[in-house]
């Protein structure tokens, strides 16, 4: 019988652990970066051409290590090769493998790296063994269009898992960890509508959860689970979109040098915008090459001139940062003053709550038809449901709350711990197993 339990919470853009022993408070590992702490960390790799082990394998950075690096290198004038988002690709048959500077790594190889970082943080910290573990999934992966789809995403994850070195693994879906995490603090039985929302899933679980259904067989207290492959990232994309990328020549027009045609600037440009890592791909020789013919005819070159600096000195992160500050404002006030500037970029612009949600409105609508959808197939009616308990970043946005306070009730939300629940709740769970 295990002494310790533990729970990973492999998230799209954040993970992290927790380790439940009998008798002690659950705890958490602690990510250090720029004197901060954080009981959650990027779920992110990135390779220095020149890091490697005494057999001349690559070594790469994984977690908020791999930004200091990341950022360190760029200082130098070396790119590297940075890597996050790794959980949206498990589902993908596109993704099989990719080379790094001479090495050939799959996916589960990929994540392997970020899972082995986190495990080795917990044996530090914490003492915890790394030989088994209960494992965040999502409900709906994305990509996922197929059951074979779903099975070679939890195939690629457990074999990441035992590339770690974590070999026994038990998958539990995440907003039923979410739910295990909310029943520890029950004094009586609830009907509870978990909302789980990650930076690239939306996971809902329908479970009955208290006192009275503790220590009974978890999947006869659920009923039912949705998702959609969305939350907190397509939120980020919305403000790139509307606020940053039209100041960056986005819509404008240029003219070809040897030619009279006037011609909008490609959208794939933009489309590299997406993600913060994605800029990368805009500074290959041909893809500079095709910027500085658009600045040679722009209409707009003040704009395009921005654009290219951005992907020369490497600004996606301190712009993506920039973005989640005025996400995270928006949550708390009416409106924010989004400001980035750095050189020829000088972008400043007044982003009301108002606007932010007009943005998002088709993410909200796909995230309501989700929770609909399920209702519908349990059976179960909005006054049934006793708590709705919702966890994650984007649970803090407002025009998601008032969605779910619209619909069920403002006095029936619930929430806390919403970066860590999911992880609590895995180790919760790990200990009802005895694993």
């Known amino acids: 019988m295990a002494t310790e339990y533990i729970g990973i919470d492999f998230g799209t853009t954040n993970s992290a652990l927790a380790r439940v022993r009998p008798g002690d408070a659950p ?52 790119s590297g090769r940075l890597m996050q988002s790794l959980k949206s690709h498990l589902a993908s048959r596109t993704f099989t493998r990719t080379n790094i500077y001479g090495g050939s790594y799959d996916l589960s190889a990929l994540v392997a790296f970020i899972v082995s970082g986190l495990a080795d943080l917990s044996e530090r910290q914490l003492g915890a063994t790394r030989g088994r573990a209960v494992v965040g999934r999502p409900v709906r992966f994305a ?14 994850l457990r074999d990441a898992f035992r590339l770690a070195g974590i070999d026994d693994v038990v998958f539990e879906y995440e907003p039923v960890a979410a739910a295990h995490f909310y029943d520890a603090s029950l004094d009586h039985d609830e009907l509870v509508l978990i909302a789980d929302f990650g930076g690239g899933t939306s996971d809902f679980s329908l479970m009955r959860v208290g006192p009275g259904t503790r220590g009974t067989d978890s999947a006869s207290r659920i009923l039912g689970n949705s998702g959609v492959a969305l939350a907190g990232d397509a939120f980020d994309r919305r403000i790139v979109e509307n606020v940053v990328a039209p100041r960056l020549g986005m819509g404008t027009h240029y003219r070809a040098a040897m030619g009279t045609n006037r011609m909008r600037v490609p959208g794939w440009v933009y489309q590299q915008l997406r993600a913060w890592h994605l800029l990368s791909f805009l500074k290959t020789p041909q893809a500079m090459h095709s910027l ?28 993506y940062a920039a973005v989640e500050r005025t996400k995270s404002e928006l949550s708390r006030e009416p409106s924010s003053l989004f400001r980035f500037k750095d050189g020829p970029i000088n972008i400043e612009a007044r982003v009301t709550r108002e606007d932010f949600e007009s943005w998002i409105a088709p993410e909200v609508a796909q995230i309501a038809a989700s929770v609909e959808g399920l209702l519908t197939t349990t059976g179960v009616i909005a006054n049934d449901v006793d708590a709705v308990f919702l966890t994650g970043g984007t649970a803090f946005v407002p025009a998601v709350r008032r969605w779910f306070g619209e619909r069920f009730g403002d006095a029936r939300l ?6 860590t629940s999911v992880a609590v709740g895995l180790a919760l769970r790990a200990q009802e197993l005895g694993r």
């Open 27 to 78: 705890e958490l590992v602690t990510y250090e970066r720029q004197g901060r702490s954080s009981q959650t960390g990027r779920s992110i790799l990135f390779f220095h051409p020149e890091r490697r082990d005494a057999r001349n394998v690559l070594v790469p950075w994984a977690g908020p290590a791999a930004i200091d690096a990341w950022l360190e290198a760029n200082d130098e004038g070396v």
């Open 143 to 156: 990509s996922a269009d197929t059951a074979e789809d779903e099975a070679l995403a939890l195939t690629r």
């Open 292 to 319: 500085r013919e658009v600045l040679a005819g722009s209409e707009a070159p003040a704009e395009i001139t921005a654009l290219i600096h951005l992907v020369e000195e490497d600004l996606g992160y301190a712009l």
């Open 414 to 419: 619930r929430g806390g711990n919403e970066m």
